[in-house]
């Protein structure tokens, strides 16, 4: 089934990348919604019928680790897969996003890693299911 | 850290974002602000932490940031202006969130600010300059220091 997928980042050349990225690993995708920030992302989240997330982190308005919270607080998206990609190398800060549901990529990434991680954020909804 | 730890830890920064966000092959190469000269562009990023200061990457050949910039989006068409300095910001900021666990190691946490660019003005930035380095590319150079607030600093 392929998959309406949501970029919430405040670089549109980053949004343009994981697009791209996404398209390179084959992945099956219906619809590719766009964000620029984490207020405009969960909003997005809610009114779009997402399957999967990839948040940045270090955004304007609202953060992506503020976002994830969000998400999971809210029925409608408490079990959307998420990837936080992000150039975030702090192993606790990792940690924190992993304990929250989401899975994640660093920037810079390759798609076969973008694959991985996203392989993990739907596995993990899988699960809980 | 010495200076030449730092000098070492930006030039790995620096050269594995080029290879792996632009899909670029850097050389090293001498730093251009060592001259005098004023760069193409410039981006700054902050960051916060256990020690605190400022990462600059700075451009120096006009042909390069387009370069690195269709690279990174993969198409052949002459970026605007805006679109080079997201990709500009964009560089930066993965050069200084690679820097930084690099620097201070994997457990610590920092708080990075938004990439700030400018054009043809080298960037004023306050702090020791703590570490430089340069890598060459086939239209340019370009140049990454850090500049650190001295308590906490490594």
Redesign the interface.
Known sequence: MALNVLIVD?????R??IA?ALELTGMPVAKVFEAGDGVRGLAAAMEHPIDLALIDI?M?EKNGLDVLSELRTHGKTSALPVVMV????????IEMIRANGAAFV?????PEALVAAIVTAVGGRDDDE | MTTSDWDGALRAALS??LE??CYAVPEPGAAPSLDGSSPQAVARVGFRGPFSGVMVLRVWGGAVLPAL?RD???CDAEPESA?LA??L??MA??S???L??LAAG?????D???PLVSWGSDAEVSGRLAGRAAVALDNGTLEATVHLQDAGAP
Do not use: H, I, W, Y
């Open positions: 405040d670089s549109a050349v980053m343009r990348m791209r270090n304007p992000s150039t975030e190398g702090s192993e606790p800060r660093r920037k810079p990434f390759t | 594995r974002t792996q966000l910039a990174m989006l993969g679109v997201d990709c910001a964009e900021n993965v200084c969130g690679t930084l666990p994997s457990q610590q946490v920092f990075v600010a938004a």
